[in-house]
């Protein structure tokens, strides 16, 4: 075989299209079972995309430069540019690459975060994604073997020689002419996580699959391969605690936190609900869960706020006043009270409350503020989501260079190893998140891998 990608998710079948098109024969490992084939892939929704005018996935244009400075914001600086800029100037192709594979645009839903300019929304989502790319690389003759876990590589000097998997209890090898490892990060092992988390690590959801236990992750570093991001790393949001332990995906999301307030499980309150607009803060509650003891906040609001913001699949529990809702929480009922008491007396009058905005309702005296959105939680009845920590990927990965080639500790390349995805986006985001940039990464990456593996064993 030429070509093997472990992985199969968005990376590694846009790897997978791009080598066998580039000519190679190709065979994609799949950790997963085929029913729940895909990754965490299968959980997106949208991918943003650099263009100069409106095109089938976006509207408006997003020039590169906007696209860079938005980079360097979430990422304060930290990114190798030239990578970046090679991923944002090749993102300006994917909408039309993605449709020549057979993907469909559709217009972006309601409650996305104000995406359309910068985001495309492909139709029916992040499986139908998937499941298309399937059809793609089996009807240009990849072979694909599900259920394959890629445990090692055989190395010679500084080539792979062949792919150590799993598969049905047996322990085998495949022999390839280059290896491209798109098998995401490693947020499923969760014993992994524990050692950068501790035993926070144990209340953690994992909003996608469990099968990113950073396995070819591991058997990289065993070749030699030189690790990238800091290992602590974590994107990681607030989700309703009722939510399984593994690929809950987007619907356990809970946006509920700035329209009233969040407490842990003393009942009191530890973070500014209303620092910033939610889109730019939604992100840091998950971290800030993980550091509260045992892991658990519940965020609490009234009447007034159902129908405010994108519902979860959980309803949220409900009662007639705080005592009774401390009780279905599980709170001590006078700390709560407390602490809404406080909270309401605190709140500055007259402000107009304006929740796509930063509007001036806020509290005064409180050692921690509630800087927007502060209104009364006064009308009952009385809603709380109790909240965990959820994960939706980690930045450790690996090091490549421009023809996603994966370097080793020495900072020399590897011949045939090349990498994409999750598994080394790191390079280019280590940290913050801009939404709908993993694709971004995966997709041009996964391409380049592709064609750069193609052109190895061509060569
Ligand atoms: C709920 C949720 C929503 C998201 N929404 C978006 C979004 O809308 N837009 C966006 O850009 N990003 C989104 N992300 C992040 C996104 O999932 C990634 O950026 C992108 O899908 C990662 O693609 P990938 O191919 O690197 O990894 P994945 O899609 O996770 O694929 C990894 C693959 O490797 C396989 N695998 C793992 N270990 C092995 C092994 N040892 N051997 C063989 N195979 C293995 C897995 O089974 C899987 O198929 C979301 C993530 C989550 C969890």
Redesign the pocket.
Known sequence: MDVAV????????CAAIAARRAGASVVL????PAYV????????????LAHDEPNAAATGSYAEEELLDDLLRVTAGETNRPLAELTIRESKSLASWMSEQGVHWQKPLKGTLHLARTNGFFLGG?KNLVNTYYDTVERLGVRVVYE????GFELRERAVQAVV?ERAGAVERLRCGAVIV????FEADVDWLKEYWGDAAGQFRI???P??????LK?LYEAGAKRIGDPRGL?CIAVDARAPKFD???VTRIDAIPFGIAVGADGARFYDEGEDLWPKRYAIWGKLIAELPGQAAYAIFDRKSIGGFIPSVYRPLCAQSIEELALVLDLEPGALVRTVTAFNDAIRPGGTFQPGSLDDCRTEGLAIPKSHWARPIDTPPYYGYPLRPGV??TYLGVEVDAGARVIDADGRGFDNVFA????M?GNILSRGYL????????TVF?RIAGESAAAHVRA
């Open positions: 472990c992985g199969g998710g968005n990376a590694a079948l490992l799949e950790r997963a084939r895909g990754g965490n892939t299968r959980h997106t929704r949208d991918i943003r992040g394959t876990s890629v445990v998997y798109a098998a995401g990060g909003r996608g699959t099968y990113n236990t950073g396995l070819a058997a994107h809950g995906g987007i939706t990927f994409a995805g999750e598994c986006a939404a709908g940039f993993g694709l971004t990464i995966g996964g």
